[in-house]
């Protein structure tokens, strides 16, 4: 079946690094939507950024992602890691399920970014 | 920016016990999900609807059952609450999942 999957789980950068948060999927369709969401403590997860265009770059908020559907990943990188990024980060896949479309997660990795 | 509110936003019930979480949304989306959430295993989808009268069954429906009376109210019900169901729940709702789906706060359920 369609899945997700985040092979880390907990990621410890210093200010100032790159981050790089890995993600594959896999899936039976053809045109898949990809998401990340992020989950900051004590709020909602929301959406951070998505994509179902093959090899191009999608940005938002300082971070970026590419789907490549060769490989199935959509990997989310930032150049310079702040503490304020420091959260939990979902990886996403929209499925069709039924009557509509639903979300499967990944596991999640805890992006911890330390002075 | 779509509202979704849980209640309640903690609960300690006993086991055995019958546990009902609530979720409304103002937004009008037709599509509205529970999600469980534990360390190790992310979000997993437990029950969604596509409308008001409509529930599906998501990856882990055991143990749930959902009901969704209207455009804004999703319900999640634990019929015999179990200490495996100690967890964080969500209830998210969208217009479509390929577009963007906006969560709730949480609830954050033990069972002792």
């Known amino acids: 079946g369609d899945s997700v999957t985040q092979t880390e789980g907990l990621v410890t950068l210093t200010e100032g690094l790159p981050v790089m948060l890995n993600c594959t999927y896999q899936?039976?369709?053809?045109?898949?939507?990809l998401f990340w969401y992020v989950h900051y403590l004590n709020e909602s997860p929301r959406l951070l950024l998505k994509?179902?265009?093959?090899?191009k770059r999608t940005e938002h908020q300082g971070f970026h992602a590419t789907l490549h559907k060769s490989s199935s990943s959509f990997h989310l990188q930032k150049s310079s890691a702040q503490l304020s990024d420091s959260a939990l980060y979902y990886c996403?896949?929209?499925?069709?399920?039924?009557?509509?479309?639903?979300?499967?997660f990944g596991t999640g990795t805890l992006l911890s970014v330390k002075p | 920016e779509a509202a979704v509110t849980q209640s309640p936003r903690n609960k300690v019930a006993v086991t055995g016990g019958k546990v009902t979480l609530s979720c409304n949304q103002t937004?009008?989306?037709?599509?509205m999900y529970w999600y469980r959430q534990d360390t190790g295993h992310g979000l997993r989808l437990i029950h969604y609807?596509?409308?008001?009268?409509?529930?599906e069954k998501g990856d882990i429906p055991d143990g749930y059952k959902a009901s969704r009376p209207s455009q804004e109210n999703f319900s999640l019900i634990l019929e015999l609450a179990t200490p495996s169901q100690t967890s964080v729940y969500f209830c998210?709702?969208?217009?479509?999942?390929?577009?963007?789906?906006?969560f709730g706060k949480g609830t954050r359920l033990t069972v002792v």
């Open positions: 998210a709702s969208g217009e479509d999942a390929n577009t963007e789906v906006f």
């Open positions: 899936t039976i369709y053809s045109n898949p939507f």
């Open positions: 994509s179902s265009t093959d090899n």
């Open positions: 996403a896949l929209s499925r069709y399920g039924g009557s509509g479309n639903k979300l499967i």
């Open positions: 937004n009008n989306h037709n599509n």
């Open positions: 609807s596509y409308g008001a009268g409509s529930t």
